[in-house]
Each structure stands twice: as C-alpha cells, then as structure tokens.
Nanobody, 124 residues
Framework: QVQLVESGGGLVQAGGSLRLSCAASGRTFSGYHMGWFRQAPGKEREFVAA????????YYADSVKGRFTISRDNAKNTVYLQMNSLKPEDTAVYYC?????????????????WGQGTQVTVSS
C-alpha cells in the first residue's frame, strides 16, 4: 500500500512559478514510476509529466514541455513538479500518481495509487 500526499499548490499570477511536492509512504518508493496529472473544471483529467523509478527517464505533455520539470528524491520518498512560466490555462487540480509500470503513469488508466490533489490557480 502506498499513500500519496500532494502539497505546494496555490494562487499565482501568470508568468509565475510554483513547485508541487508529492510525499509517498512505504518502503518501496523507488520501485514505482511516478506521474502528475491535472483536471480543470469541466474537463477530463489529463497527463502532465512522468518519471521513472530511478529518475533516469522523464516524459512530458506537449502543453508543458519546456516550462515544467518533474524530478524525484528517492531518499525522501518525494516527487516534485517545478512549474515555471505559468499560464491561466494551467489552472487545475493537480494529482500525483504511482504505478509499477511506466505506461501506467503516462496513460493514467491503470494507475495503482492516486493522491488527493492540490489546487493550482493561475490568474491573468
């Protein structure tokens, strides 16, 4: 069993930055690939970024490529999402996800564990 707790959301002006954190419980954090998804009001949840268990591979949605960076610290059981040059269309609830397979944290369909989400609001 893995529990995920996100933090770091908030209100920021367009062009600003935020760093989200996702703390995971359990002793096998490095055995899980991690991802970030987001869901805006009235829209379906969408993939944002993913990182392999070792941290050696990352993958981004085109909409955030070059602005967001996913990273992880396996010693701290934490994954991060650094968000720069934020836009109003980045406004959403951001969810952390963990899966034993990299495909899982890219497609969001077969994710093993989800966090509760953290709100990010970008004002224009």
């Amino acid at each position: 069993q893995v529990q995920l707790v996100e933090s770091g959301g908030g209100l920021v002006q367009a062009g600003g930055s935020l760093r989200l954190s996702c703390a995971a419980s359990g002793r096998t954090f490095s055995g899980y690939h991690m991802g970030w998804f987001r869901q805006a009001p009235g829209k379906e949840r969408e993939f944002v970024a993913a990182i392999s268990g070792s941290g050696s591979s990352t993958y981004y949605a085109d909409s955030v490529k070059g602005r967001f960076t996913i990273s992880r610290d396996n010693a701290k059981n934490t994954v991060y999402l650094q968000m720069n040059s934020l836009k109003p269309e980045d406004t959403a609830v951001y969810y952390c996800a963990a899966d034993r397979f990299f495909s899982g944290v890219r497609n969001g369909v077969t994710v093993d564990y989800w966090g509760q989400g953290t709100q990010v609001t970008v004002s224009s």
